[in-house]
């Protein structure tokens, strides 16, 4: 969850809130010796691909239930959006995708079984100002007003309470989730509740289109409590890559980093992923597959998909998501810019272009959001970043001066999802479906939303079936 706490607990104001499984028992644990075609062949009960928050969550739960894994990962690293930029010059850390977990116990068990402690997330305080990026110049007289109307959001959540564990949604699909939210805002007086969204909801593009229930999962009654009470968690060295870290010694040779899968069957004898890793070529044989990754169709080169899971993958659509950290000079101490339109519907900021740019506790260092509805390059964020910050001193705002982007990273694709009128024909009803056919499962923030504890908990009731 990349969100501004220290923005969210003062938009928050005085606004009232209220409210296992046995082993598998294959007999085929441990690697075997057998080579073939595809290099030594690895033998597991489990494959789990990708090793971002829900695949590494799951591979870990597996193994508590006695089954053997075999994690598959692209990169070089464990955590997916949980990443952490060391400063070379201070020695400092800053969070740049996930910054915050909820205060559950789940969460507390999970980092408590790697010895990491956690603390109350860090709330910087900030003097906001309000700068509409595109000209870089103070929308003069503008700062939001308190939620007034979020114990009606709240009353409006909880006649939705199946949205805690995801898309199982009941048939026929309430229609005030199928409205573009910005209709849904209209309709229950919730003006006051969207600059609060906003922040929460970075990465869903043009939050007013998008269909209430994908607002509605991101903002949900777990951010609300968390936001009422304060109790948003983050490790106490301000280092979150180290739960992916510890859990990278956990798994050890169950662990396979920089892999990329060539091939997948499924048959009546179990599955066999192909992987080229920098170790050479690769096949693990499993009675079972968990695919973590965000289930586009280009990302299944080379899987056996059936008709139907190739026709409700192909009819996801995507946003764009990027984090940077900027060393910037010229801003006041304790200033962050909040983007802000100054001619738009409730002052949201017109995209693709930054959220915001935040304090980090870091000197100098700042975390800079950017979002967008389509897909951008690389040189093309850098670019709209730069050019945004240029602005505020080019309309003598402040005299900023970007020194470099430390790190920009690409958290897209983001929030896959469909329009209203799929959702109503039973789209996630027959995407649940899939969960065990053809000997796989499916997790992630596509199967809930983009928040790791909710994943986590979405997880937990996945086990029994994966472990069955």
């Known amino acids: 969850m990349g969100v501004t706490r220290k923005e969210a607990i003062r938009l928050m104001g005085g606004a009232a809130a209220g409210a296992a499984g046995a082993a598998m028992g294959l007999g085929i644990g441990g690697p075997a010796a057998a080579t073939g075609g ?24 597996l193994r508590d239930l006695g089954a053997s894994v075999a994690v598959v990962e692209r990169q070089d690293r464990l955590g997916g959006h949980t990443e952490t930029y060391h400063d070379p010059v201070t020695g400092g850390t800053i969070d740049i995708g996930v910054v915050v977990w909820h205060d559950l116990p789940l969460v507390r068990d999970y980092f408590g079984r790697f010895g990491i ?10 003097d906001t100002q309000y700068l509409d990026l595109r000209t870089g110049r103070r929308v003069e007289g503008y700062a939001p007003a308190p939620p007034a109307s979020l114990p009606t959001y709240i009353g409006l959540l909880q006649q939705h309470p199946y949205l805690l564990n995801g898309f199982d949604l ?32 970075q990465g869903l593009g043009d939050l007013l289109r998008m269909p209430t229930l994908y607002v509605m999962l991101n903002f949900g009654l777990d951010v609300v409590n968390s936001i009422a009470t304060g109790s948003f968690v983050q490790t106490s060295t301000r ?44 096949t693990i044989h499993c009675d079972k597959l968990v695919v973590t990754f965000p289930p586009l169709l280009p990302a299944f080169t080379g899987f056996d998909l059936d008709a139907r899971e190739r026709s409700l993958f192909g009819q996801f659509r995507t946003k764009a998501y990027w984090t940077a950290v900027a060393r910037l000079h010229g801003l006041p101490e304790g200033v962050d810019i909040s983007n802000t339109g100054a001619d738009t519907p409730h002052h949201l900021p017109v995209l693709p272009g930054i959220y915001g740019v935040g304090l980090t506790g870091v000197p100098e260092l700042y975390n800079v959001k950017y979002g967008s509805d389509s897909q951008r390059g690389a040189t093309q964020v850098r670019a709209d970043i730069v050019g ?16 470099r982007l430390e790190v920009l990273k690409s958290h897209s694709p983001f929030e896959l999802h469909v329009d209203a009128p799929t959702i109503a024909n039973g789209f996630y009803r027959r995407l649940y479906d899939l969960q065990g056919r053809n000997r796989t499962h499916y997790n992630g923030a596509a199967f809930v939303t983009h928040d790791s504890a909710v994943i986590w908990r979405f997880t937990e009731g996945l086990l029994a079936s994966i472990a069955a």
Not at 38 to 61: E, F, H, K, N, Q
Not at 117 to 126: D, G, N, S, T, V
Not at 261 to 270: F, P
Request: charged share 20%; hydrophobic share 40%; glycine share 12%.
């Open 117 to 126: 402690p956690l603390a109350p997330a860090a709330a910087f305080r900030a």
């Open 239 to 282: 280092n979150n890559s180290l739960l992916y870290e510890r859990a990278t010694d956990h798994l050890g040779d169950d662990l396979f980093l920089g892999a990329h899968v060539l091939s997948v069957e499924r048959g009546r004898d179990g599955v066999r992923v192909r992987l080229a890793t920098p170790q050479g070529l690769r």
């Open 388 to 403: 945004e910050l240029r602005r505020i001193r080019t309309a003598g705002t402040y005299p900023l001066e970007l020194e």
């Open 38 to 61: 595809g290099g030594p062949v690895i033998r597991r009960d489990v494959c789990v691909l990708g090793g971002g928050s829900a695949g590494t969550y799951t591979a870990v739960r």
């Open 170 to 201: 009941p048939d026929p699909v309430p229609a005030d989730l199928l409205m573009p939210f910005g209709e849904f805002v209209t309709r229950y007086g919730l003006e006051t509740l969207v600059p609060l969204v906003w922040q929460f909801g």
